[in-house]
């Protein structure tokens, strides 16, 4: 699937007939609607590449609240049962981690970003959320329009999750030397909410990078400071 292009801003009309597609306008609707949540739930699907590694996919139920806080618990193989916990001003700013099998019999206190959450992951805990990934996505595109240097293929609609999505794909030069984020984004965006709820990133070559998902995504999900309290008793920190 790799495509050489002369690196000129265009957007193709898609197979359904959809309006051509606005990277700038879409993030703006998107920030839009996301400054009018203050909460979320989802099933969140990780999967990245770690040096020459690609990690099997992690299956993790995550809760989020502004200003920032966040809770996840792995619902799936590889790590199920694995709980983190980080509330931006609290706890030192350290994650408060409950690992899985035997590990799971003391709490861990951990720098987000540092060497053992990165061992095994391409973000610290302090990157999640969606308004994270629409800002990075913004702030791709955003360069790319400026510079004449993305291509945009407005691809059509696609069901994902259960839900009707705008599928989108970017084509950025060499990432390498130009500085971008990645070659190539694919990303569905929620017909009804303007948010992307699965994006996918690849290198040259066509090597998947990054992907991730959010499964059952409920926005405004009322949650409460009790959600990020390790001693909420529907969590299994040790106390």
């Given at each position: 699937m790799l495509c050489t292009f002369a690196f000129l801003l265009?957007?193709?009309?898609?197979?359904?007939?959809?309006?051509?597609?606005?990277?700038?306008?879409?993030?703006?609707?998107?920030?839009?609607?996301?400054?009018?949540?203050?909460?979320?739930?989802?099933?969140?699907?990780?999967?990245?590449?770690?040096?020459?590694?690609?990690?099997?996919?992690?299956?993790?139920?995550?809760?989020?609240?502004?200003?920032?806080?966040?809770?996840?618990?792995?619902?799936?193989?590889?790590?199920?049962?694995?709980?983190?916990?980080?509330?931006?001003g609290d706890?030192?700013?350290?994650?408060?981690?409950?690992e899985c099998g035997l590990a799971g019999l003391i709490n861990l206190n951990l720098d987000p970003a540092g060497s053992i959450i990165m061992k095994g992951s391409r973000h610290p805990m302090t990157d999640a959320g969606i308004e994270n990934l629409v800002q990075l996505i913004r702030r791709e595109t955003g360069r790319g329009v400026k510079n004449n240097e993305?291509?945009?293929?407005?691809?059509?609609?696609?069901?994902?999750?259960?839900?009707?999505?705008?599928?989108?794909?970017?084509?950025?030069?060499?990432?390498?030397?130009?500085?971008?984020?990645?070659?190539?984004?694919?990303?569905?965006?929620?017909?009804?909410?303007?948010?992307?709820?699965?994006?996918?990133?690849?290198e040259h070559g066509d090597r998947l990078i990054e992907s991730y998902g959010y499964e059952s995504l409920r926005l405004n999900a009322g949650l409460t400071d009790d959600d990020f309290d390790p001693a909420n008793p529907e969590y299994a920190f040790r106390k």
């Open positions: 265009i957007t193709c009309s898609p197979v359904s007939g959809q309006e051509n597609f606005s990277p700038e306008e879409w993030t703006m609707r998107a920030e839009r609607t996301l400054s009018s949540v203050s909460s979320y739930t989802a099933v969140f699907h990780k999967r990245e590449r770690i040096g020459e590694a690609l990690n099997e996919k992690e299956t993790i139920y995550l809760k989020f609240m502004k200003p920032f806080k966040v809770y996840m618990k792995w619902i799936k193989d590889p790590s199920y049962g694995r709980e983190a916990i980080y509330v931006d706890n030192n700013n350290l994650v408060k981690v409950r993305i291509v945009v293929i407005n691809i059509g609609e696609e069901i994902v999750y259960g839900r009707k999505t705008r599928k989108v794909e970017f084509f950025f030069p060499a990432y390498v030397t130009k500085g971008y984020y990645c070659y190539r984004a694919i990303i569905n965006i929620d017909a009804e909410n303007d948010l992307p709820i699965k994006v996918s990133l690849f």
